[in-house]
Nanobody, 122 residues
Framework: QVQLVDSGGGLVQAGGSLRLSCAAS????????MGWFRQAPGKEREFVGA????????LYAESVKGRFTISRDVAKNTVYLQMNSLKPEDTAVYHC???????????????WGQGTQVTVSS
């Protein structure tokens, strides 16, 4: 069992940066791939990026490549999403999630954080 708590969202101007955190509890956290997804009003949940359990493999959506970076600190049971050069279209509720492998499909993720709102003003 893994419990996830997202934090770090807020209001930022276009071009700014935010760092989201996902704190996990549960003894098997280090065994899971961690992903970030986002959902804007009226839109489907969208894959943002994911990092393997050892941190050696990462995937990113094309829309965030070069701007967002995922990292994890196993000792702190925490995953981070560093978001730079933010755009208004990045506005959404961001969720972290845990899965057994590196997937881009939200349906393959077993555990979810409650989400944190990111709003980017133009």
């Amino acid at each position: 069992q893994v419990q996830l708590v997202d934090s770090g969202g807020g209001l930022v101007q276009a071009g700014g940066s935010l760092r989201l955190s996902c704190a996990a509890s549960g003894r098997t956290f280090s065994s899971y791939t961690m992903g970030w997804f986002r959902q804007a009003p009226g839109k489907e949940r969208e894959f943002v990026g994911a990092i393997s359990w050892a941190g050696g493999s990462k995937l990113y959506a094309e829309s965030v490549k070069g701007r967002f970076t995922i990292s994890r600190d196993v000792a702190k049971n925490t995953v981070y999403l560093q978001m730079n050069s933010l755009k208004p279209e990045d506005t959404a509720v961001y969720h972290c999630a845990a899965a057994l492998k590196l997937y881009t499909d939200a349906a393959m993720y077993n555990y979810w954080g409650q989400g944190t709102q990111v709003t980017v003003s133009s």
